[in-house]
């Protein structure tokens, strides 16, 4: 018998084998994702926006830098509640049978609210870990100016603070047989 | 002054300057994206979840393939509406000021309802064209057993009708001054935590 899912907990995983309940492994997956994808919803439209992101691991919030207006704002002004996952694919594991076809992957989910950053400080702050995330080799002051409280006015930082989130993982012995990773021009 | 987001279409593009209105290119990368996240909600709790997925250009659909029941399927029986996405991060864009920093990407999302395919024949028909495009190099009836109606009762097909699509795309010259990819500079950001 199918559970009722509308009745389960948001968190819940289908299918156990899956979980990574390990909040080390969650962590480290945030850190190094290139991108993730936030969901928010408007009037029952779901959406979904892709951004750069960093995760602070001493607020366990989720910033990113995005427009001034836009849909996420306008989303997120009249109902926060989002979702956001990053995932990272490995290889197709052929098999037999053609509904025994699988693939491996991590993938974290994360539920929590949504809002715009409003105190300048914050606001660098989350910036400047940005910044720190996807330039690791440059250094402001350096390699790139300082952030002038002129420029932080006219920028938006969303913050997503974490409520709950979930891990899941499939992965196979290194020589399964046949496992190829997907490729196409 | 803003525009009024609620009141626009939801595959209004923002930074027009960066939409791409050719749609051969859109489903260029449809066909060639490796996963999408498809948002469903929930009263008004989104969700999203990454998956492989077709675009088959003839029904003008996306086919996802997954569990029979789950929290996808209990979404759209209460709203079937759905976003799907999919996005290719390029390289970083490093500038002199801070807030200039930018990013090469291609994205593009899809509106649309979402059904559950009941027909056993269209099931398996969509379970193949997923096949054939995540195991090309491989063939029904010599590299696995053709898909049969019986076993596709064990899972489940959904069928994303596209009704509006949207594409995005920042592309820099490719002797852009500094460019970079993430992946080649992740790990002395992430060495800190390790």
């Known amino acids: 018998m199918s559970k009722d899912y509308a009745t389960q907990p948001r968190t819940d995983i289908r299918f156990k084998p899956r979980i990574v309940e390990e909040g080390a492994w969650i962590k480290a997956l945030l850190h190094r994702a290139g991108f993730g994808v936030v969901a928010t919803s408007h009037e029952g439209q779901p959406f979904a926006t892709n951004n750069l992101f960093v995760y602070d691991e001493p607020a366990h919030a989720i910033y990113m830098h995005t427009a001034q207006v836009g849909r996420l704002r306008a989303n997120v002004e009249t109902d926060e509640r989002v979702c956001f996952t990053v995932a990272e694919m490995g290889r197709l594991l052929p098999h037999q049978q053609p509904v025994e076809f699988d693939v491996e992957y991590k993938s974290v989910v994360i539920f929590g609210h949504g809002h715009m950053i409003e105190d300048r400080e914050e606001k660098r702050r989350a910036l400047q870990l940005l910044l720190d995330k996807y330039a690791p080799h440059l250094k402001v002051g350096v390699d790139y100016d300082e952030m002038p409280d002129y420029d932080l006015k006219r920028t938006s930082v969303y913050a997503i603070q974490i409520e709950e989130w979930t891990g899941k993982q499939n992965e196979a012995p290194s020589d399964f047989p046949g496992a190829f990773p997907y490729h196409k021009d | ?194």
């Open chain 2, 1 to 194: 002054m803003p525009k009024d987001y609620a009141a626009l279409a939801p595959n209004e593009v923002r930074r027009s300057d960066r939409a791409v209105d050719d749609e051969a290119w859109i489903r260029a990368m449809l066909h060639r994206a490796p996963v999408g996240a498809l948002a469903t909600i929930n009263e008004g709790q989104p969700f999203i979840n990454t998956n492989l997925f077709v675009y088959d250009e003839a029904e003008h659909v996306i086919y996802t393939h997954t569990a029979r029941f789950g929290r996808t399927r209990s979404n759209v029986e209460a709203e079937n509406r759905a976003c799907f996405s999919i996005s290719e991060m390029g390289r970083l864009l490093p500038a002199p000021e801070a807030l200039e920093f930018s990013v090469e990407y291609s994205g593009v999302a899809v509106f649309g309802p979402v059904e559950i395919v009941e027909d056993a024949a269209e099931s398996t028909r969509a379970l193949q064209l997923i096949l054939d495009k995540y195991a090309p190099h491989l063939k029904p009836g010599t590299d696995y057993r053709p898909p049969v109606e019986e076993e596709l009762k064990r899972t489940a097909v959904y069928k994303l009708h596209i009704e509006s699509w949207s594409g995005k795309r920042k592309v820099a010259d490719p002797d852009f001054p500094g460019a970079y990819l993430f992946h080649d500079v992740v790990t002395l950001y992430t060495d800190q935590y390790s």
